[in-house]
């Protein structure tokens, strides 16, 4: 094999890896949807998103537990304005915080919290 076939066939190679590995390292939307909710929400939704977390305690209205809103209350419309806007006095808005791409994410985070009806 000459250099220059080495050099066509490396680059083919790197065109088919990348991609696949670039993949690898980034998370699937649920995994994103997790994180961005146990790094923004779970203080006050709880981890296991039941709606205690460790500042709940005494909080007026208490945050929504969404082992049980998600599936019956809450539309994937109103989580994004929620999450946009806030829910004063208490929830702030994360507009200026979150991508829509997290937002997303966190949607389905939301929905994979419910408890089975
Ligand atoms: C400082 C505490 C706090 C944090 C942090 C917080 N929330 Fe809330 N959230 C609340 C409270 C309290 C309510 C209930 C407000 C009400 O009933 O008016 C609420 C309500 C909601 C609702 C229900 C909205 C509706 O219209 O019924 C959604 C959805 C929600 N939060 C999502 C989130 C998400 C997603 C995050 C993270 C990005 C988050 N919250 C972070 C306190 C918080």
Do not use: E
């Given at each position: 094999?000459?250099?220059?076939?080495t050099v066509v066939a490396f680059s083919a190679l790197l065109t088919a890896v990348?991609?696949?590995?670039?993949?690898?390292?980034?998370?699937t939307p649920l995994e994103q949807g997790k994180a961005v909710y146990l790094g923004n929400c779970a203080g006050c939704h709880g981890v296991d998103g039941g709606g205690n977390g460790p500042l709940a305690s005494g909080m007026t209205p208490a945050p929504t537990n969404f082992k049980t809103a998600t599936p019956t209350t809450l539309s994937d419309n109103t989580i994004q304005q929620a999450v946009l806007v806030?829910?004063?006095?208490?929830?702030?808005?994360?507009?200026?915080?979150?991508t829509a791409s997290d937002i997303n994410a966190l949607v389905l985070h939301l929905r994979s919290l419910a408890t089975a009806p």
């Open positions: 094999m000459n250099i220059s076939m990348l991609p696949i590995s670039t993949l690898a390292q980034q998370a806030g829910k004063p006095p208490v929830m702030r808005g994360y507009a200026t915080i979150l």
